[in-house]
């Protein structure tokens, strides 16, 4: 018995100055599912629009099975069964807990040659605190759009809206580095339990469905339980540090 073979037709746009991801997703997917695809280049603005026109369509990549055009990727993945693709709202944040724990764990054996050290404990919430800063640092703007609707401070106070990002990665390197634990503990301590203090009252007690600026102004991690373990997180350091200083 002879195979059967799936064939595909894809018209995606190859330019100079523009490669169409999601023509190469689709490509990659046609293929992975066993078609042979006559891949059809759309190399000019001209192409593009003419095919368009033609097609009586407004974007590309298109995908034709069987004659019939289907429509583009995640046209293709519906027909497909592999449905259309989905991001965790937490990703963002859960990321940075996990690359801030392998952080630690890298540093501790490097610096003890062992991964269970009390160190490294501090380290990962250190790391943490740092990368989350840096997410805000790049677009402070934007993060105190966002932070001004629930911060109870900056609504009182707007330059700490733009002080917050920068106090929270201080504290986070001072930490990383124990240099001006005097600095780095009261601080931390400071940003986390009025940040503590903001998400309580915001998500707990007014019942407000707000989105959190713990990974920047264009997060889309309510505001929960995830930003409130961010402020914790710096309460819990800055405790330990003060405790280990005058200890």
Request: proline share 3%; net charge positive; charged share 20%.
């Amino acid at each position: 018995m002879q195979a059967v073979h799936k064939r595909a037709v894809l018209y995606r746009m190859v330019m100079k100055e523009h490669l169409c991801p999601f023509g190469l997703k689709a490509l990659y997917l046609l293929k992975r599912e066993g078609f042979e695809v006559d891949d059809h280049w759309l190399e000019t603005r001209q192409q593009t629009d003419d095919f368009q026109r033609r097609e009586g369509v407004q974007t590309t990549p298109q995908i034709y099975l069987d004659g019939q055009r289907i429509g583009g990727y995640d046209d293709l993945r519906e027909r497909l069964g592999k449905g259309k693709p989905h991001v965790s709202r937490y990703r963002p944040v859960l990321t940075v807990f996990a690359v801030a724990f392998l952080m630690a764990l890298a540093a501790g054996y490097v610096a003890f040659g062992t991964l269970l050290n009390l160190r490294v404990v501090e380290w990962f919430f250190a790391f943490t605190m740092t990368l989350l800063a840096m997410l805000k640092l790049q677009d402070v703007e934007r993060f105190s759009n966002m932070f001004l609707g629930y911060d109870l401070l900056a609504q009182r106070l707007i330059p700490y809206a733009y002080a917050y990002p920068y106090g929270e990665a201080l504290a986070g390197v001072l930490m990383i580095a124990g240099l001006l634990t005097w600095v780095a503990a009261p601080l931390a301590l400071l940003l986390g339990t009025l940040g503590a203090i903001s998400v309580v009252k915001a998500v707990y007690i007014d019942k407000r469905a707000l989105k959190c600026a713990c990974v920047g102004g264009d997060s889309d991690v309510p505001l929960g339980f995830i930003s409130l373990t961010e402020n914790l997180v710096m309460v819990g350091m800055g405790l330990w540090m003060l405790f280990r200083m005058i200890g």
